[in-house]
C-alpha cells in the first residue's frame, strides 16, 4: 500500500454556510485541524458558479440554504459530469429522513449534526482523502481484477456512487441491477463472486433478495454486503437472519468498506 501523498491541511474545502455565527464557531474547528484553504459561501447557486472555476477538493453544506437544500446542491452536482465526483458532506441539526435520505442516496461522505464532535469532522475529512487518494484502499491478496461484482439499489445516483467506492478499491468488472428481482433475473446468467445490495427498493428489497439466494439461488453461499440507512433494530434483525455477510452503513466510508469486503471474501 502507497504512502498517503496528501493530508487533512491540503484539501481545499468549498463551505456553504449562511449563518455567520456557525461559520465563525466552524472556522475555528477547522483552523485547529490545520485547514486554511477554505472558501465560504451564503448559498448553492454562488458555490456552484465557483465550482466550475476552481474545483475543490471538499464540498461541505448545510443543510438549509436561501436558494435549496443541502441535499438539492449535492443532487445538482451528482447530476453535472464536471462536479459529479467531487465528496460531499453536511453539516445539518436537520434529523428528518425527508432530507437526509437522499442526500445519504446521493452518496456524501458524512453526515455531521449540529453541534457536531470535531473527532467526527475528522474523521470524515480523512474519508474525503480515501476517496482523492483510492490507491491507499487497494485490497491486498485479492486478484480485483477478476472479480464480478452485482451492485443492486434503485437509485442511479447511488449505484454510481458505490461504483465508484468499488473501482477506487481496484474492482473493475462490476454489473447493476435496480432491484431485487432484476438482480435475480441477472444471476440466473452470471455467477458473481460479490454481491452488494441496498435494503429499501421496489419490487424485491435487500433482505427478500438476500433470503431468496441464501434459500433458492444457484450461489447460495455468495459474499453479501448490504448498504442501508436503515436503524430500526427489528428490521436490521431480519436483515441479518435472512443471510447477509456484513452490513454497512449509509453514508458510508470506503476505509469501511474495503475492511468489510477484504473480510467477507477473505471468508
Same mark, same amino acid.
Given at each position: 500500500?502507497?504512502e498517503?501523498?496528501?493530508n ?7 463551505f456553504i454556510e449562511?449563518?455567520?455565527t456557525?461559520?465563525k ?6 483552523n ?5 484553504k ?5 448559498d448553492?447557486?454562488s458555490a ?11 464540498v461541505v453544506s448545510a443543510?438549509?440554504?436561501p !436558494?435549496?437544500?443541502? #441535499? ?5 452536482? +451528482?447530476?453535472?459530469d464536471? $462536479?459529479?465526483? =467531487?465528496?460531499?458532506?453536511v453539516?445539518?441539526s436537520?434529523?428528518s429522513?425527508y432530507?437526509?435520505?437522499p ?7 458524512a453526515i455531521l449534526s449540529k453541534?457536531?464532535d470535531?473527532d467526527?469532522?475528522?474523521k470524515?475529512?480523512y474519508?474525503t482523502l480515501e476517496?482523492?487518494?483510492?490507491e491507499?484502499?487497494e485490497?491486498?491478496?485479492?486478484e480485483?481484477d477478476?472479480l464480478?461484482?452485482l451492485?443492486? !439499489?434503485?437509485s442511479? #445516483?447511488a449505484?454510481?456512487?458505490?461504483? +465508484?467506492?468499488?473501482?477506487? $478499491?481496484?474492482? =473493475?468488472?462490476?454489473?447493476?441491477a435496480?432491484?431485487?428481482?432484476e438482480?435475480l433475473?441477472v444471476?440466473e446468467?452470471?455467477?458473481f463472486d460479490?454481491?452488494v445490495?441496498d435494503?429499501n427498493?421496489?419490487?424485491?428489497d435487500?433482505?427478500?433478495?438476500t433470503r431468496y ?5 444457484l450461489?447460495?453461499?455468495i459474499p453479501?454486503?448490504?448498504?442501508t440507512s436503515?436503524?430500526n433494530s427489528?428490521q436490521?434483525?431480519?436483515v441479518k437472519?435472512?443471510?447477509v455477510?456484513?452490513l454497512?452503513?449509509k453514508?458510508f466510508e470506503?476505509?469501511?468498506v474495503r ?5 467477507i471474501?477473505s471468508?
Amino acid at each position: 500500500m502507497s504512502e498517503r501523498t496528501m493530508n487533512i491541511a491540503d484539501l481545499a474545502v468549498t463551505f456553504i454556510e449562511p449563518s455567520s455565527t456557525q461559520r465563525k464557531v466552524i472556522a475555528g474547528h477547522l483552523n485547529k485541524l490545520g485547514l486554511s484553504k477554505v472558501d465560504w459561501f451564503n448559498d448553492g447557486e454562488s458555490a456552484l458558479k465557483d465550482m466550475h472555476q476552481y474545483q475543490p477538493d471538499l464540498v461541505v453544506s448545510a443543510m438549509h440554504l436561501p !436558494d435549496m437544500s443541502g #441535499t438539492e446542491l449535492v443532487q445538482k452536482m +451528482r447530476a453535472d459530469d464536471t $462536479l459529479e465526483h =467531487i465528496p460531499f458532506m453536511v453539516v445539518s441539526s436537520e434529523h428528518s429522513d425527508y432530507y437526509l435520505e437522499p442526500a445519504r442516496q446521493a452518496g456524501v461522505v458524512a453526515i455531521l449534526s449540529k453541534p457536531f464532535d470535531p473527532d467526527e469532522l475528522k474523521k470524515a475529512l480523512y474519508s474525503t482523502l480515501e476517496f482523492i487518494e483510492p490507491e491507499n484502499l487497494e485490497l491486498e491478496e485479492i486478484e480485483l481484477d477478476e472479480l464480478l461484482v452485482l451492485v443492486v !439499489d434503485d437509485s442511479s #445516483t447511488a449505484r454510481k456512487h458505490i461504483c +465508484r467506492v468499488l473501482n477506487n $478499491l481496484g474492482i =473493475i468488472n462490476i454489473v447493476q441491477a435496480v432491484n431485487g428481482k432484476e438482480a435475480l433475473e441477472v444471476m440466473e446468467h452470471q455467477l458473481f463472486d460479490l454481491v452488494v445490495t441496498d435494503y429499501n427498493m421496489p419490487e424485491m428489497d435487500g433482505q427478500e433478495l438476500t433470503r431468496y439466494v441464501r434459500e433458492k439461488g444457484l450461489q447460495k453461499s455468495i459474499p453479501i454486503l448490504m448498504v442501508t440507512s436503515e436503524a430500526n433494530s427489528s428490521q436490521l434483525a431480519g436483515v441479518k437472519q435472512a443471510g447477509v455477510s456484513a452490513l454497512c452503513d449509509k453514508p458510508f466510508e470506503p476505509g469501511e468498506v474495503r475492511s468489510l469486503i477484504t473480510k467477507i471474501l477473505s471468508e
